[in-house]
């Protein structure tokens, strides 16, 4: 019972590949962004989805594809709330048909907006991202999503992360510090769509995490960025954020200090 408790007090991550994450914060909430469980890179990605049975928030950060993933089917089964700026919560309500009542106006923003959640142990801001966002549908025109957003969730006595969302580098990333300290930063790195292993850690130079994770490579042939190409040109630049590589399906744990 003590073991039990003990590990209840720690918020844990897991990667499924792509931006996908997972997090469990210490009082037990189920977050998930961008939830494509189900991409190729992630072998137990079904049977992960199917056992998901609780999970309190959805973040997304733009419409496209790989990103909203298996959103409708998770939110219609858990009841879970969809957090996102505004014109890309419509987008999925009107679209997609994800629940509507699970997407109001508590759970809604949009860019320089600082959301509180669960009275505050969960708060998310809404920051630039340089991409594109649609909902793309079969024979049809894609649908507008608004302007694609990055997410910077802070955790009431824990940690707080950044998902870069799709981006570009950009120098107004900046300015996130002087706002947030960054325990932990989810980045793009895959190229082709966005930023490249070079272009990410300028990016992360930017921010200065404590750790810094890579996302959004491998999942396809045209995401070249490597996890090694993207820790030498952390180096080069002398970088001081460690980099934790994760593999997917993997779950770690973090505290503001980031454990393992
Ligand atoms: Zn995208």
Redesign the pocket.
């Known amino acids: 019972m003590l073991f039990d408790f003990l590990i209840s007090m720690e918020t844990q991550l897991t990667w499924y590949g792509q931006s996908a994450f997972k997090i469990k914060t210490d009082a037990g909430k189920i977050l998930l962004i961008d939830p494509w469980i189900t991409n190729p890179t992630f072998a137990g990605g079904k049977d992960e989805l199917a056992s998901l049975d609780r999970v309190d928030f959805i973040f997304l950060t733009?419409g496209?594809g790989?990103?909203v993933g298996n959103t409708v089917e998770i939110g219609k089964r858990t009841g879970a709330s969809l957090v996102s700026t505004f014109d890309l919560s419509a987008a999925i309500v009107s679209t997609l048909g994800y629940p509507e009542g699970q997407a109001g106006i508590e759970t809604t923003g949009h860019l320089g907006g600082q959301l509180s959640l669960l009275n505050g142990d969960v708060k998310v801001q809404f920051v630039p991202a340089w991409?594109?966002?649609s909902i793309e549908r079969e024979n049809a025109m894609p649908v507008y999503a608004g302007n694609?957003s990055g997410l910077i969730i802070s955790l009431r006595n824990g940690p707080t992360i950044y998902h870069t969302?799709?981006t570009d580098l950009f120098s107004d990333m900046a300015l996130v510090k002087r706002f947030h300290k960054i325990d932990a930063m989810l980045v793009c790195i895959g190229d082709h769509?966005?930023m490249g292993p070079a272009r990410a850690s300028e990016a992360v130079k930017l921010v200065a995490p404590k750790t810094v994770i890579p996302m959004h490579y491998g999942t396809f042939p045209v995401l070249t960025g490597t996890p090694e190409a993207f820790g030498n040109e952390l180096k080069k630049r002398k970088v001081k954020a460690r980099l934790r590589v994760m593999h997917a399906g993997e779950t770690i744990a973090l505290d503001s200090g980031l454990k393992s």
């Open positions: 733009h496209h790989d990103h991409h594109g966002s694609p969302g799709d769509y966005t």
